[in-house]
């Protein structure tokens, strides 16, 4: 058993910044990913940014370059630094856990991200 949650959301001006903080917890096996994806009204789940335990990052085209993910394996946390935000950036943000072996996935609740001024 697994449990995400989530926090950091809220509303933030265009061009402003936020941090968004996923804890896991429960039986956690060591070969993992985690990160983000996001999903606005009438869209497909996409994903963000996610990291290896090995510490791999992968992002999405559209965020290279301002958002940065990273993660502190102690505490079994993920991290998304969000910076220039913009409206299209408006989604609910939901942290995700794949375990390497056997490919199951976790997920967390989902927090509310607003950019507008």
């Known amino acids: 058993q697994v449990q995400l949650v989530e926090s950091g959301g809220g509303l933030v001006q265009p061009g402003g910044s936020m941090r968004l903080t996923c804890a896991a917890s429960?039986?956690?096996?060591?070969?993992?990913?985690m990160g983000w994806f996001r999903q606005a009204p009438g869209n497909q789940r996409e994903l963000v940014a996610v990291?290896?335990?090995?510490?791999?990052?992968n992002y999405a085209d559209s965020v290279k370059g301002r958002f940065t993910i990273s993660r502190d394996n102690a505490k079994n946390t993920v991290y998304l630094q969000m910076n220039s935000l913009k409206p299209e950036d408006t989604a609910v943000y939901l942290c995700?856990?794949?375990?390497?072996?056997?490919?199951?996935?976790?997920w967390g609740q989902g927090t509310q991200v607003t950019v507008s001024s």
């Open positions: 990291i290896s335990s090995g510490g791999n990052r």
């Open positions: 429960g039986s956690i096996f060591s070969g993992n990913t």
């Open positions: 995700n856990l794949r375990v390497h072996i056997g490919g199951t996935y976790y």
